[in-house]
């Protein structure tokens, strides 16, 4: 179960980690699929090396212009075994050896509909430590996030999500004790955990909601979620996140008492 032996970035660059559930409606209404690392430099033009966590597979690379303030945001999603695949977001670049490998590869029809987007599927044994680009810029910070097909998230409706969000674990998980200890290190939640995504409870309020109009299958509109959940920093504070509809993007957060309203 050690799959990863080598860090994505210098850690000596990593000022902080933001844990698995980040909140923000209406793109982040629903628990995030995947920590975010920031870089030292934040928003500053700064670029730094991004590399293989270990002898992998590239199984797709995507990107779209316009996505955030900088020109082009990357993605490369990567397999360790059949079962578990990593993925890096954000890069702002990708190196000469990723692009020799894609170069390969046309388009997917379903990419081309938005311009300055592109995904390439594709099958490429990388080995561990191999540079595959540059994250930071004015963004200053990149996404790690990890999918193992072993582990599947109790949600009441997992049929509701798209494959990725129905097995979403912690990549930090998959390092050695030490270097996962580095990682858990930065981890802004106050209960020392990587943090969660699934929070339902069966006939409860508690957990992820869909509006009525949403569809019965894979739903990736934003504009139908809602979810009452734990504060992704410290559980003690509930929240009520709601990416639209009956009122505009909106994040409460509230102290849970045991008597009165």
């Excluded at 490429?124 to 004015?138: N, P």
């Excluded at 409706?157 to 674990?169: A, G, H, I, S, V």
Aim: aromatic share 14%; charged share 25%; proline share 6%.
């Amino acid at each position: 179960d050690t799959l990863f032996t080598t860090f994505p970035v210098d850690m000596k660059e990593v000022e902080s980690i933001t844990p698995l559930g980040n909140l923000g409606p209406p793109g982040h209404t629903f628990p995030t699929q995947h920590p975010h690392l920031h870089l030292g430099e934040y928003e500053t033009q700064f670029a730094y090396l991004l590399y293989a966590p270990s002898d992998i597979h590239i199984t797709t690379v995507s990107w779209q212009e316009g996505m955030t303030r900088d020109p082009i945001d990357y993605s490369i999603f990567f397999a360790v075994c059949k079962d578990v695949v990593g993925y890096y977001n954000h890069l702002k670049s990708i190196s000469d050896e990723v692009n020799d490998i894609i170069d390969k590869v046309e388009c997917e029809d379903f990419s081309t509909r938005s311009e300055g987007s592109c995904t390439k599927v594709l099958l490429d044994k990388v080995d561990e430590g191999t540079l595959l680009g540059e994250v930071g810029l004015k963004q200053g910070n990149f996404d790690f996030g990890l999918i193992d097909l072993r582990k599947p998230l109790d949600f009441i409706k997992p049929e509701r999500y798209p494959t990725r969000d129905q097995f979403l674990n912690c990549a930090f998980d998959y390092y050695p004790e030490n270097m996962k200890q580095q990682f858990y290190g930065l981890i802004d939640r106050v209960d020392g955990t990587c943090g969660l995504v699934m929070q339902d409870v069966l006939d409860t309020l508690k957990g992820n909601w869909f509006h009525e109009s949403a569809q019965k299958e894979y739903v990736v509109d934003w504009d139908v979620y809602l979810s009452f959940i734990n504060h992704y920093e410290d559980p003690s504070i509930q929240v009520v996140s709601i990416a639209g509809i009956f009122t505009d993007p909106s994040l409460y957060e509230f102290i849970p008492r045991t008597d009165g309203l």
